[in-house]
């Protein structure tokens, strides 16, 4: 479970990335194109470029939902 409170700050990137690159990729995009500490506490949230997953970054942890099991009503997610 993500527990969200007042004081955090989400950025929703509605742009599709490659998040095959890795994290590596996702924290240098976060630096450098929305610049954006992602070890601020801040949750960052970006889709493949396909439109079937979701990534959330924050604080080095990722947390990956295919978008099928989001249509299938699965809680489940992999990480990466």
């Known amino acids: 479970m993500i527990q969200i409170t007042p004081q955090h700050h989400i950025f929703v990137h509605i742009e599709p990335l490659d998040l095959r690159k890795g994290i590596d990729?996702?924290?240098g995009f976060c630096q450098s194109k929305l610049?954006?500490?992602p070890f601020s506490g801040t949750i960052?949230?970006?889709r493949?470029?396909?439109?079937?997953?979701?990534?959330?970054?924050?604080?080095?942890l990722t947390w990956s939902l295919e978008a099928t099991n989001i249509r299938?009503?699965?809680k489940a997610g992999g990480g990466g």
């Open 25 to 27: 990729a996702l924290v």
């Open 44 to 46: 960052f949230v970006f």
């Open 35 to 37: 610049s954006q500490s």
């Open 48 to 60: 493949n470029t396909k439109g079937t997953a979701v990534t959330r970054l924050s604080s080095f």
């Open 72 to 74: 299938q009503g699965n």
